[in-house]
């Protein structure tokens, strides 16, 4: 296990903010701002909040913001919010009522705007 991992158990409920953990597995339910390099979030899990991440895997249900370079969705994720991505993996069966964003990188979205004005 790696130093800087966190486990938020099934059945574990959790409401603050998370950050400076390396990779954290969700399989309770947690209402949480996150920045990790790497989010998993479990099956039977559900995360309400914004996460900022390299990689985001989401197998239960999400509410909220991601910002990530990559993005899997498995066949059992609900997702409703927004999703800001550079890479993006969704298995059949991955329900969205989201707004989807390839490449998030807001520099890159400022300087675009730029140059329509």
């Known amino acids: 296990m790696a130093d800087n991992q966190s486990i938020i158990g099934r059945g574990a409920i959790f409401k603050g903010k998370i950050s ?3 990779t954290i597995e ?10 990790s390099d790497k989010v998993t979030l479990g099956k ?3 995360l309400e909040g914004s996460i900022i991440s390299e990689l985001v895997v989401i197998s239960g249900n999400y509410q909220g913001k991601i910002k990530a ?3 899997w969705l498995t ?3 609900v997702i409703t919010g927004e999703i800001n991505y550079k890479s993006l993996q969704m298995d059949r069966g ?8 390839h490449n998030w990188d ?3 979205l400022k300087n675009n705007k730029q140059i329509e004005d």
């Open 75 to 77: 066949d059992s994720s």
């Open 106 to 108: 807001e520099n890159k």
């Open 94 to 101: 991955a329900a969205l009522n989201c707004k989807i964003i």
């Open 44 to 46: 039977h899990a559900s």
């Open 20 to 22: 400076n953990a390396s």
């Open 26 to 35: 969700i399989n309770g339910r947690v209402e949480a701002d996150i920045k």
């Open 69 to 71: 370079d990559s993005v």
